[in-house]
């Protein structure tokens, strides 16, 4: 146990000579000091802040509950060990002096790069491996105990760092006193956390494992962030302890305790209490996730699938809840595809959590994504001290928790430490991306019950981040939720067997065929000892025959085929009607709806992700209020919808008529599933029926399909083309959800053979994408971690290979195989002056720049003017063009705002156009960024 009362103050001069930390003042805190500080505040995290399951696992791999609480303690508390070397000390000359003055030799001098050639940190994992191994620790054992030492600045040691191959100048100096000293603090470290001669003894016998290691170097990194921190542990602060320093910054911080839910033990009062559902309206999916997370036998990964509408969310929660109880999770943390949709899922955990908790206990929630920044919800609980559900589970005693968005828990890297994480799925990916830091993400997530929504729109490359993510969490013992409408027999096949992999089990290939043949819908499988099981749910009694009809894509270029197609949906919509047309592109999406924009006016609506966010999010707000659930009287007699693939992603909108251009064909379902998805007394004249009309393909010549142009370049050909053929062998009517399971499974069989007259294009598909795929896997496997291993050590685990940057936008990049899209601040330049653009409302025509610095409220609003340019135009020497022009807008006063420095401005003229490294750009309000390649040299 942490031994509160011992000091520094028995330490030889040397040792009290050695310093930790300093600053330009003078002032310094002694390296002892920040010893005892990091080993208070561990212990209390420990007790305090790690959840049930954390700290279990730390005691099952060590063997005894105070043991494990002593070794993540001296873990903590020996961390900077390495600060006593003369690579460290003369970074402060006038404090290596001192040193120097109790025999301290020192003979490098502060130009010799000491501290480069022997970082602190590589310089303690190997002073505590020399430790342990004096005291009969193996190294490879000892390294796996000195692990947070060498990595609690985000990045282990290589396995070739070696400081003993190193000059002692740099590393133990020239004289006995330096290693005397090294191991004097080294006792003093290991007497403030009590280990003993048996624990000792107990590490030369049992090393940790790999994930253990890295939970306790996250713990660590933690302590160390707290204990560093000047607001609670001042440099100058000599006359408190550091129990007293610790036990003040953790009732400034107020942590909430870790969650512990007792949710009802019938489904369907669980689903009422939790959503104010009654028993008629709670889905038989919904009810069958909470069964099958209570028979769970220990943390399975359950794979929901079941059609859009039918309450997934709410079956995932329900089913988290569940298991958190059982296993001792302390958190939930909740992936979704895009920026957009994490917001939109935001309010919905908000509301569910505090129906979880009892009134006088507390949770922080945070939103991690590259623009949380600007959620208002979010920066509104941030600013406020908390908020509580009402009207949910009203009557009950668990109905009235607070709900905090806590400030040190909301950092770019500490909000993965947050009890409830709504994030995209970028940030579970990075959990499997070898960067710096990396270990604070497992830390938070070891925790937690992991859901993983749209889980389908993972591509190869991004799936070698999720099936090493998975196999870490299924390490840790973290239970897994993914959901999805439809999955391909492989993609749901390589889930699971990456998570047993992660467990542990030893899983004959032929075991999953089961769940790969499994024919019901909805549809939950869960992993398990023997491979897989599936439970077949009964549909609810929604149910959707759909009507599929091709129409004939123009053979010339693409405006003409856009044109055509908005010809035929303004016919449809003449009299009235709520219209879907689905483009793979924007171009394509922008072009239809200018066609359809002069004949339908105000009754278009064009929707798609090259808006500015504060716009975007203004139509999503419009559609859900008119085609929503809830829309009622709101429901417009007549809209067009034109709209990319943003509308399949977790907008809950109904359509009388859909058309969607060709795409995989358990997308084609996806987008499906928003037609005659809520229940509605009539429909339109000529929409009774669910029409699914396909678009972008030519049919009426021999041999194989045509597609339009551009959409090769979203999904592969082959995709396409196994899409047309399964819907031509299945035949016009597809009744949902009866259909679903067997289409799917069809179209990604292996054995699927084309018509004859398609087979030539079909095999070149074939190896095109065959190709891309394995370029993609090989690409991303070199910036992932490595799989948990039972044993082993930490070293060159995560090397810089994929260096998290300063923002998510380098790293999202390396974990989706796609260019880095630019994104640029959208402003105007008139008579001279930059100015705020049309759609700015109050600040539309106002000056935005300053003689000296924005105004931090005006510089947060232009901030939100953002959009992204094509990833095309961030690419290669075409991307550096486009940041050489757009800097030559740089506005200067903008440079020292936290909000815009450094950020690009897009600045257009008075028509609302710029031309940027030979591109025509324009912005409209109603079509968003318009991007064509200049005709004319002289354009540019």
Not at 474 to 484: D, E, H, N
Not at 715 to 728: E, G, M
Not at 766 to 780: C, G, H, L, P, Y
């Amino acid at each position: 146990m942490y031994q509160p009362g011992t000091t520094s103050s028995t330490l030889s001069a040397p040792a009290s000579s050695a310093w930790a930390k300093s600053d330009r003042d003078g002032n310094w805190a002694p390296l002892a000091r920040h010893m005892a500080d990091s080993a208070a505040i561990a212990g209390l995290l420990w007790d305090e802040f790690l959840s049930p399951a954390v700290r279990r696992l730390v005691i099952d791999a060590i063997g005894d509950e105070d043991r494990a609480r002593r070794v993540a303690v001296w873990m903590a508390g020996g961390h900077d060990l390495g600060k006593c070397t003369p690579a460290f000390a003369i970074q402060a000359p006038a404090l290596c002096d001192r040193m120097i003055e109790m025999d301290l030799e020192v003979r490098i001098g502060i130009g010799d790069g000491g501290r480069k050639v022997v970082p602190h940190s590589l310089a303690g994992f190997t002073l505590w491996t020399a430790w342990l191994e004096e005291r009969g620790v193996k190294a490879t054992r000892a390294w796996t105990y000195a692990a947070a030492s060498g990595g609690h600045h985000g990045v282990y040691p290589d396995g070739g760092d070696d400081t003993r191959a190193m000059p002692g100048t740099l590393f133990t100096g020239e004289s006995q006193t330096w290693r005397d000293t090294q191991w004097e603090l080294a006792d003093f470290a290991t007497t403030l956390a009590g280990i003993t001669v048996d624990d000792i003894a107990t590490f030369a016998k049992k090393p940790l494992p790999q994930q253990v290691q890295v939970l306790l170097t996250g713990f660590t990194i933690m302590a160390d962030w707290l204990a560093s921190n000047e607001r609670w542990f001042p440099l100058t602060d000599g006359a408190r302890t550091s129990e007293e320093r610790a036990d003040a910054a953790v009732r400034d911080l107020r942590f909430p305790a870790p969650w512990s839910p007792e949710p009802p033990h019938e489904a369907d009062e669980l689903l009422r209490s939790r959503f104010g559902l009654s028993a008629g309206r709670v889905r038989p999916v919904q009810a069958a996730a909470v069964d099958v997370a209570r028979a769970c036998a220990g943390a399975e990964l359950m794979i929901i699938e079941a059609p859009t509408g039918e309450g997934k969310t709410f079956a995932a929660l329900a089913a988290a809840e569940v298991l958190a109880a059982r296993f001792g999770l302390g958190g939930l943390q909740f992936a979704l595809p895009t920026c957009a949709t994490s917001d939109g899922m935001f309010p919905t955990i908000a509301r569910w959590l505090p129906t979880t908790m009892p009134s006088d206990t507390r949770a922080s929630l945070a939103l991690s994504h590259g623009r949380a920044q600007f959620n208002d919800q979010y920066q509104g609980l941030l600013g406020r001290r908390g908020f509580r559900s009402t009207g949910i589970g009203e009557g009950t005693d668990r109905c009235g928790g607070e709900v905090v968005a806590h400030w040190w828990l909301s950092g770019r890297k500490s909000a993965a430490l947050a009890d409830f994480v709504v994030c995209t799925i970028d940030q579970i990916l990075f959990s499997a991306l070898s960067s710096r830091h990396v270990m604070l993400r497992h830390l938070g997530m070891a925790g937690k019950v992991v859901v993983l929504d749209e889980i389908h729109a993972a591509d190869a490359f991004m799936s070698q981040y999720l099936h090493r993510a998975l196999e870490w969490l299924a390490a840790y013992g973290v239970p897994v939720i993914a959901l999805s409408a439809t999955l391909p027999p492989a993609q749901r096949t390589e889930l699971l067997t990456a998570y047993n992999k992660g467990r542990g089990r030893k899983v004959p290939s032929g075991a999953y065929q089961a769940s790969a043949d499994a024919a019901g819908y909805p549809l939950i499988t869960v992993t398990a000892p023997a491979g897989a099981a599936s439970v077949a749910v009964e549909p609810s009694s929604r149910r959707v025959q759909y009507q599929v009809e091709w129409h004939e894509a123009n053979d010339s270029d693409g405006a003409d085929d856009a044109a055509a197609l908005a010809s035929d949906v303004a016919v449809a919509a003449a009299d009235s009607g709520c219209i879907a047309v689905v483009c793979n592109t924007v171009r394509r999406a922008q072009a239809v709806f200018g066609a359809l924009q002069t004949v339908l006016g105000d009754d278009v609506v064009l929707l798609h992700s090259r808006f500015v966010a504060q716009e975007r999010a203004r139509i999503e707000n419009r559609l859900r209020t008119g085609l929503g659930p809830d829309a009622g009287d709101s429901r417009p007699k007549r809209l067009v919808v034109v709209a990319t693939q943003v509308v399949e992603q977790s907008l809950d909108l109904d359509f009388d008529l859909m058309f969607t251009d060709i795409a995989p064909l358990d997308l084609v379902i996806q987008r499906a599933g928003r037609l005659h998805r809520h229940a509605r007394e009539s429909r339109p004249r000529g929409m009774e029926r669910a029409r699914l009309v396909i678009t972008g393909t030519r049919r009426s010549v021999q041999g194989d399909p045509r597609f339009a142009p551009g959409l090769t370049s979203v999904y592969p050909t082959i995709a396409l083309l196994r899409s047309v053929a399964c819907l031509d062998a299945h035949g016009p009517l597809i009744l949902s959800p009866a259909d679903v399971p067997g289409l799917v499974r069809f179209a990604y069989d292996e054995g699927l053979e084309p018509p004859a007259d398609w087979r030539a294009a079909w095999a070149k598909a074939e190896d095109r994408d065959r190709d891309r795929v394995a370029d993609q896997v090989s690409r991303a496997k070199v910036f992932r971690i490595a799989a948990p291993k039972r044993g082993g050590n930490m070293r060159g685990w995560n090397s810089l290979r994929g260096a998290e940057g300063s923002d998510d936008a380098l790293s999202q990049a390396q974990v989706r195989d796609a260019a880095d899209a630019l994104e640029v601040i959208v402003v105007q330049r008139i008579s001279g002056a930059i100015v705020g653009p049309p759609w700015a409302g109050e600040l539309a025509g106002m000056p935005l720049e300053s003689a000296t610095v924005v105004d931090d409220d005006l510089a947060r609003t232009i901030a939100r003017w953002t959009v992204r340019f094509p990833a095309y135009m961030g690419d290669g020497k075409l991307g550096d063009a486009v940041i050489d022009a757009l800097e030559e807008n740089k506005i200067d006063s903008w440079q020292n705002s936290r909000w815009l420095g450094g950020a690009l401005a897009l600045v257009l003229d008075e028509d609302l156009r710029a031309v940027v490294a030979g591109f025509d750009v324009a912005y409209d309000v109603r079509r968003g960024l318009i991007v064509k390649k200049c005709r004319r040299t002289s354009d540019v």
